[in-house]
T-cell receptor
Framework: GENVEQHPSTLSVQEGDSAVIKCTYSDSASNYFPWYKQELGKRPQLIIDIRSNVGEKKDQRIAVTLNKTAKHFSLHITETQPEDSAVYFCAATHSGSARQLTFGSGTQLTVLP | DSGVTQTPKHLITATGQRVTLRCSPRSGDLSVYWYQQSLDQGLQFLIQYYNGEERAKGNILERFSAQQFPDLHSELNLSSLELGDSALYFC????????????FGPGTRLTVL
C-alpha cells in the first residue's frame, strides 16, 4: 500500500519568513495530494491540493509543488503569520473506486512573533 | 464549518464497553470515510462507505464495525473497548467517493478509562 513520509516533524520560523514542508510517497499510482492544517483539538482543514497533471499550484501565500518522477511534493507558506501555527499534514491517494487518504506524520509549525 | 457533523463531541467510557459514533455527511455527499487519530499512530484510515455500501477497508480492528444508512449518515461502532482505543475519531465526506476532496467533521474524542 501507499506510504507517505513527511519532514520535518517540527519547524519554527520567524514571522514573515517562509516555511517549507516536504513529503514523499511510495505508490506511483497516487495522483491526488492534499494538504491539511489542524489546530489543536480541531478537525483537519483542507488548505490546498494538487493533482498529478500539474506541477505547481498557488493560493495566495500558500503553494504546493509536485515532482512525480521523484515522488515528492512540498508545501510552501510565504510571509508566515502567527495564525499559521498549527500541525500540517500531507496526504496522498490514487484513482480508483476507493479514495482513502494516506497521511504523513505531520509537521508542527510554530511562527514566532 | 465543513458541513460534516459528528456526535458526540466527547465520550468517556470504561474498558470492555461498546460505543457508537455518528456522522452526517455534507449535503449531497454520498461517500463517508472514518479516520482514527492517536498520538502514536497519527491519522489512519479505517473504512469507507459509498451510498450505503462498504467500499474500502483500512486498518480497522475486528472489534470495530460501521454502516451507512439510507439517509447517508454513518455510524462507527466500537466494542470491547481497550485503553488503546482512546483517540480522536474523524468522519470525512466527499461527493461521490471517486472525486478527491474530503471534508472532515469536528471529530469525536473517545477516552477509555
Amino acid at each position: 500500500g501507499e506510504n507517505v513520509e513527511q519532514h520535518p516533524s517540527t519547524l519554527s520560523v520567524q514571522e514573515g519568513d517562509s516555511a517549507v514542508i516536504k513529503c514523499t510517497y511510495s505508490d506511483s499510482a497516487s495522483n491526488y495530494f492534499p494538504w491539511y492544517k489542524q489546530e489543536l483539538g480541531k478537525r483537519p482543514q483542507l488548505i490546498i491540493d494538487i493533482r498529478s497533471n500539474v506541477g505547481e499550484k498557488k493560493d495566495q501565500r500558500i503553494a504546493v509543488t509536485l515532482n512525480k518522477t521523484a515522488k515528492h511534493f512540498s508545501l510552501h507558506i510565504t510571509e508566515t503569520q502567527p495564525e499559521d501555527s498549527a500541525v500540517y499534514f500531507c496526504a496522498a491517494t490514487h484513482s480508483g473506486s476507493a479514495r482513502q487518504l494516506t497521511f504523513g506524520s505531520g509537521t508542527q509549525l510554530t511562527v514566532l512573533p | 464549518d465543513s458541513g460534516v457533523t459528528q456526535t458526540p463531541k466527547h465520550l468517556i467510557t470504561a474498558t470492555g464497553q461498546r460505543v457508537t459514533l455518528r456522522c452526517s455527511p455534507r449535503s449531497g455527499d454520498l461517500s463517508v470515510y472514518w479516520y482514527q487519530q492517536s498520538l502514536d499512530q497519527g491519522l489512519q484510515f479505517l473504512i469507507q462507505y459509498y451510498n450505503g455500501e462498504e467500499r474500502a477497508k483500512g486498518n480497522i480492528l475486528e472489534r470495530f464495525s460501521a454502516q451507512q444508512f439510507p439517509d447517508l449518515h454513518s455510524e462507527l461502532n466500537l466494542s470491547s473497548l481497550e485503553l488503546g482505543d482512546s483517540a480522536l475519531y474523524f468522519c470525512a465526506s466527499s461527493m461521490d467517493g471517486s472525486t478527491d476532496t474530503q471534508y472532515f467533521g469536528p471529530g469525536t474524542r473517545l477516552t477509555v478509562l
